[in-house]
């Protein structure tokens, strides 16, 4: 009986080489930044979708949400909150490459002899620590956007911008119980989400240079997408509920209204008591749609552009 296939099996070369200092970090932020922006202009609509079904229930399903916004909003609506995360995800997604690359030549200069590429459960926490790193800017970016798409339209509108609803935010609670409002959550949404998303897309593309014996930067454009894309399924399949509640607690208390959830635990007991399992996977089919075309766009892009500046 033939023996199970390891990831020290799989062993290609990454993108990037083990060592190269600031000037290969330097590469790795700059190829994020570029799938970053890639990754709000594919998904920003669908998001928009998906913040309305975890925080509201006035939409029986995502077509019905799509569809109000659309007609009492208008087309522009779907990109509604979209100058914050165009910075600030651009910023988010460059910190990820660069954090798990860091990461992951980190863990590769400490491996034993006998081992020839990271395991996957490395790969994980390569991945885990990309997601803490992010989200030290991903909590209050997400915050702003989510209160800017859920804010009531037309003259009951509470926020001109980002920086109007940044500032309403610290203004009621400070930095930590304001703008950093559901981080706790947030940090550990980020560090599984993202501890899924490298360890998938990692093993996808191993196992196909293994399989179709080729090195990994001849993988065609196609294929990296489909990976990528993939990946972008298994994040959010695997940290969905951590998302429904830090959106809860980040729309919480809108406008002058008192605050429901005193902590991340109050807000799962809550969820679960008047909504059961089902109150913790609302907005998931909007948000796998969304996911595919949105993960496989960043990967693509910044698998090319890492291919073009290495």
Sequence with gaps: MAAPTTPQDLALPEPAPSSGGASQTFKDLFSGAAGGIAQV??????????????T?????????????????????????????????????????????????????????????????????????????????????IEHVRIRLQTQPHGPARLYSGPLAASDSSSARGGVTHGLYRGQAVTLIREAQAYGLWFLSFEWLMNSDAKRNRVDRKEIPSWKVALYGGLAGEALWLGSYPFDVVKSKMQTDGFGQGQQRYRNMRHCFAQVWRQEGMRGFWKGLGPTLLRAMPVSAGTFAVVEMTMRAIN
């Design 41 to 54: 202009l594919i998904g920003q609509p669908f998001d928009i979708v998906k913040v309305r079904l975890q």
């Design 56 to 140: 509201s229930t006035l939409y029986p399903s995502a077509l019905a949400a799509a569809t109000s916004i659309y007609t009492t909003e208008g087309p522009l609506a779907f990109y509604k909150g979209t100058l914050t995360p165009l910075l600030g995800i651009g910023a988010c997604v460059s910190i990820q490459f660069g954090a798990f690359h860091y990461a992951r030549r980190h863990l590769e200069s400490s491996l034993p002899f006998s081992q020839s590429q990271l395991s996957y459960s490395q790969y994980y926490s390569a991945g885990a620590f990309a997601g803490v790193a992010n989200s030290v800017l991903s909590g209050p």
